[in-house]
């Protein structure tokens, strides 16, 4: 009976030990036996879903991650069960589940057979590492600054034009047959185009600085402006013309001005994107009643009614300019609008390609009445 009590309790220790070994992994594991069942998962993998382990172990996978009475078509979609038992090979996939408050949630599976023999007979388990994509997207200022770097060639050519006046007015001080006046015209000359340099940087920083925890008074008009300003070396670099139709009264978003900038920075990038030669975008901001309205058009390929319900989800990449893209700018900008509660909307453009159009909250309406 000692001994026996002393197996039990070594038995408990590793079966803890395992389960601790499990749930310090950061992606979501579960195990899943030949008949659907969940017999392992970890903390990782409950959280994924919103529910307690209790509800996850001995479920089916089926209804856990996808909410099913029954086992998925495998002509539909990938069932890592249906596909390893023959194959010896790991399996990665993209796949939705289902989380219990937030609905459907974006995720790379990577699933590889278990073959486990047991009283004389094998039996087949699969293990599934589960990777929320959604985390992959977090915007983090290191993010922020890393895409910030691709408009540093812009940024040169901005500040290069004012600092080569201002280089020539100091030159013209060097001559000694410079009167008065002239030499006022230089001073003024020199003032103008340092603060040119200033509003540049000004700009730029606006786009780096780290969002507040609160959102706040956003000038739409304003953030459209200064970010194009940037935007303009590269645009003629591409020989691509940027239209902007902006609303003439005052538009007033509830957002954050840094995260604003850095939506359109990522649209108009990515209209830049969609096209193998030169090209148009058109840039519009317009009053919807509560929402304000952000529209960003090009003339280029456009977006395929099948590429439609992935263009947002993260690594999904589908450039006409030759380039290699991470798959992440309009990821991020959809992660972006959804943090202020707003909505983003691809469509076709009357200008031949494709349309986004963001609806941010505005902060002047009134209900019932005029904003």
């Known amino acids: 009976a000692g001994n026996l009590e002393q197996a039990m309790a070594a038995i408990k220790t590793r079966e803890a030990f395992q389960q601790a070994l499990i749930d310090a992994i950061p992606d979501g594991v579960r ?6 069942r969940i017999i392992a998962a970890n903390n990782a993998y409950c959280e994924q879903l919103g529910v307690p382990a209790e509800q996850v172990l001995n479920t089916y996978c089926y209804r856990s991650s996808h909410g099913r ?3 998925c078509v495998p002509t539909l979609v990938t069932c890592p069960i249906h596909e390893l038992r023959e194959a010896r090979h790991p ?9 219990d408050e937030k609905g459907p949630i974006e995720v790379e599976v990577y699933a590889a057979p278990l073959h486990f023999q047991q009283e004389m007979q094998g ?14 997207v977090h915007y983090s200022h290191e993010q922020k600054l ?3 770097g691709q408009l540093a060639a812009g940024v040169a050519h901005e500040i290069r034009n004012p600092l080569t006046s201002l280089q020539m007015a100091l030159n013209g001080f060097e001559e000694n047959a410079v009167d008065e006046a002239l030499r006022d015209d230089y001073l003024e000359i020199a003032k103008h185009e340092i603060n040119r340099c200033l509003e540049v940087n000004d700009r730029l920083l606006k786009l780096s600085t780290l969002p507040p925890s609160n959102t706040e008074l956003v000038d739409l008009n304003g953030c459209v402006s200064e970010t194009l300003s ?10 691509v013309t940027i239209e902007q139709r902006l609303d003439e009264k005052p538009l007033r978003a509830l957002a954050t001005d840094s995260e604003v900038r850095m939506i359109l920075l990522n649209l108009v990038q990515n209209a830049f994107h969609a096209m193998d030669g030169s090209g148009r975008v058109r840039v519009t901001t317009n009053e919807a009643g509560k929402f304000l309205s952000l529209s960003v058009e090009d ?3 456009g977006v395929a009614e099948s590429e439609e319900k992935r263009i947002f989800d993260p690594f999904f990449s589908r450039r006409h300019d030759g380039t290699e893209g991470s798959g992440l700018g309009l990821a991020i900008a959809k992660s972006l609008v959804i943090r202020h509660s707003g909505s983003i909307q691809v469509s076709k453009s009357l200008l031949g390609g494709a349309s986004f159009t963001v609806k941010l909250h505005n902060a002047d309406y009134e209900p019932g009445g005029s904003a």
Not at 31 to 36: F, R
Not at 123 to 136: G, K, M, P, T, W
Not at 230 to 239: P, S, T, V
């Open 123 to 136: 039996d087949l388990y699969v293990v599934e590492s589960i990777r929320n994509l959604a985390d992959q």
């Open 299 to 301: 003339d280029g390929h």
């Open 91 to 99: 399996i990665k996939f993209l796949d939705r589940h289902c989380h």
């Open 69 to 71: 009475d029954a086992p």
């Open 31 to 36: 195990v899943i036996d030949s008949d659907y």
């Open 146 to 148: 890393s895409d910030l």
């Open 230 to 239: 940037l935007l303009n070396f590269e645009a003629e670099q591409r020989q």
